[in-house]
């Protein structure tokens, strides 16, 4: 187990540095450098060469993500030349809001998915499953932003319950910040509970096939114990590894979603640092991104081998 | 008769019992009808798009649907909905096509070489797939976008270049598995070339389940170029897309509201149809799914 998990660790570290080599050289390759986009009024040539000096822009690139790198890890990723701002600290300002988001999507997407996918399992063939298993269907198949928009007709425009933007640090106002995270969190939420419906559903029935459900059964544990315990809790390791790999979804999610709610989270972040021509925000921003991915997936394998004892005992995947 | 023979008859009494199989499913009949109107409204709407989908009219701005020779209204440059729809069928069939088309090209032969010599070449490719896959795909099409500048062919090209890791890894895996089947290792003892056994014993294996991941891909694709449009990164105007239409349709959603519904319930249609698709092949096809 603990060779296990260092292993992991040891790829996940591996994978997260040559990210940050794809992001730095990804970023190098936009068109123009800072220093271009930061004197963006100034023609003469010297006054912009000296500023490339400064920042260290006419050092080679491999010297430069050195730097950059060594910054990085002391929680130093620049200063937009657009904002003026401190990447790091406007980063710290966005990451909350998207975790709230992202953390009310997921929940979201459990209740619902969980439920619905062992009634589905349980109640196979009835009318129980055809009606779920369409409309988890129906989840995958309607485009996030179009659901946006239509509970902004239907909420904000129709009914005018809930405000169509914006965003409220909830230790401000709790209401009011849930009052407009509700809407972009059900929009996120619904298309992911539709992905984990239907591997619930699936892994359930695999599950109730199997001999020991039998066994259980005919020892004469009532048919809650039965489905509860022991068919839930091996049907949940391949959830979790279903709801780990979606993860990238949910990312691209966030960025459609608050670009079009307009909470400034990371996503809105990313498209406006893309639109303005903000590499050194961009880079910050895709940082991040890339590494919370590695570290959740990190924790999904992890989580993965504490819940099958297989895998435990046997020392490993 | 000869063995051919027999492989040929084999084949085409398969063929039919999938046929079969297939046709028993309503939910899949219907997913086919709807994939077949929907690619026969793309592959036709030059021919029968009532007017120019770019061709503006300023005398008759946001006109309401049913209006005399507009059936869904006119956008807010008088341009015709209907005629803009059919466009956007077009444009988002061939994004999806073409992207995944573009994935499996490049993905497959590099999953058939990966899972078939493994090693350390094995290694570094998955290794380089984890670290594509930590660029989520909206994420690497944004920078794309914003390296080579935004246009249709640079969002299919980024969403084949997200599309890719998925591909390659599910290949990769078959791979690993039918290599161990004895009729591969017959083959190897019996000196038979490596291409011979990657493309005639294992690779006809890998279809149905390319077939079925490429059915769920194409809808999948389909809502990332409309997402991607949506968000100015893909189709430039005044060329339609069915994202490009949502995104004007948010600016006039108070003066305008059903104009954001028609594009949507366009992409819900398509993408619902390629996805019951989808389920019907992967029951007929993926022998692991048979319940």
Redesign the interface.
């Known amino acids: 187990m603990k060779w296990f998990i260092m292993r992991k660790v040891g790829?996940s570290l591996?994978?997260?540095l040559?990210?940050t080599m794809?992001v730095f050289i990804?970023v190098q390759?936009?068109?123009g450098d800072t220093a271009e986009v930061m004197t963006a009024e100034v023609t003469d040539p010297a006054v912009i060469q000296a500023i490339r000096a400064k920042y260290g822009l006419d050092q080679p690139v491999p010297v430069q993500y050195v730097k950059w790198m060594e910054n990085a890890i002391q929680g130093d990723l620049g200063q937009s030349a657009q904002t003026k701002l401190s990447v790091s600290s406007v980063l710290a300002d966005r990451i909350p809001v998207t975790l709230e988001l992202a953390g009310l999507a997921l929940l979201i997407a459990v209740l619902i998915g969980i439920p619905l996918g062992i009634m589905a399992a349980v109640r196979?063939g009835t009318w129980w499953d055809y009606a779920s298993t369409?409309g988890s269907?129906?989840g995958?198949?309607?485009?996030?932003?179009?659901l946006g928009?239509?509970f902004?007709?239907a909420f904000s425009?129709?009914l005018g319950w809930l405000p169509a933007s914006g965003y409220v640090p909830f230790f401000e106002s709790p209401l009011q910040n849930l009052a407009r995270m509700i809407m972009p969190a059900v929009v996120l939420g619904t298309g992911l509970a539709a992905v984990v419906m239907r591997q619930m559903r699936?892994s359930m029935?695999e599950s109730l096939s199997a001999d020991y459900i039998r066994t259980a059964r005919a020892k004469g544990l009532s048919e809650r114990a039965v489905i509860g315990i022991h068919a839930l809790r091996n049907s949940l390791t391949t959830v979790l590894t279903v709801v780990g790999l979606q993860?990238?979804?949910l990312?691209?999610g966030v960025?459609?979603t608050e670009?079009?709610f307009v909470i400034p989270g990371l996503g809105k972040m990313?498209?406006d640092a893309?639109f303005s021509?903000d590499y050194i925000g961009?880079q910050g921003v895709?940082l991040v991104?890339?590494a919370a991915?590695?570290l959740v997936n990190f924790l999904v394998d992890v989580a993965y081998v504490l819940l099958n004892p297989r895998l435990r005992l046997g020392g490993g995947a | 008769m000869t063995s051919a023979n027999v492989a040929l008859n084999v084949r085409a009494h398969r063929r039919r019992r999938v046929r079969r199989r297939f046709l028993r499913r309503p939910t899949a009949v219907v997913g086919l009808t709807g994939v077949l109107f929907v690619v026969a409204i793309g592959l036709l709407a030059p021919l029968i798009s009532p007017y120019d989908p770019a061709a503006n009219d300023y005398s008759n701005l946001l006109a309401s649907a049913f209006s005399p020779g507009h059936l869904f209204g006119t956008d807010e440059l008088g341009r015709d909905i209907l005629s803009r729809l059919m466009a956007g069928t077009s444009t988002s069939l061939l994004a999806g096509l073409l992207a995944t088309l573009f994935a499996l090209a490049v993905a497959v032969p590099i999953g058939l070489i990966s899972g078939y010599y493994r090693g350390l070449l094995d290694t570094t490719i998955m290794r380089a797939t984890d670290v594509m896959l930590a660029f989520p795909f909206l994420v690497l099409a944004v920078g794309l976008a914003a390296i080579i500048g935004p246009s249709l062919g640079n969002a299919i090209l980024a969403l084949s270049l997200a599309t890719i890791p998925g591909f390659l890894r599910i290949t990769r895996g078959e791979v690993l598995g039918l290599r161990g089947q004895e009729y591969v290792q017959a083959a190897i003892v019996n000196g038979a070339l490596d291409r011979v056994i990657l493309f005639r014993h294992i690779l006809p294996n890998l279809v149905s389940v390319l077939v079925v991941q490429a059915s769920v891909t194409i809808p999948a694709l389909i809502i990332g170029e409309a997402t991607l449009s949506f968000l100015g990164l893909g189709v430039q105007p005044p060329a339609a897309s069915w994202g490009t239409m949502l995104s004007s349709a948010q600016n006039y959603i108070w003066q305008a509201p059903t104009l954001a519904l028609y594009p949507g319930i366009a992409i819900a249609i398509t993408t619902l149809s390629f996805n019951l698709l989808g389920d019907g092949l992967r029951d007929v096809l993926d022998p692991r799914s048979k319940k």
């Open positions: 790829t591996l994978t997260l040559i990210a794809v990804g390759a936009l068109p196979q369409t269907l129906l995958l198949s309607v485009p996030h932003f179009w928009l239509l902004i007709l425009v129709g699936s029935l993860l990238g979804a990312i691209s960025v459609i670009q079009i990313t498209l893309v021509r961009l895709v991104t890339a991915y590695i």
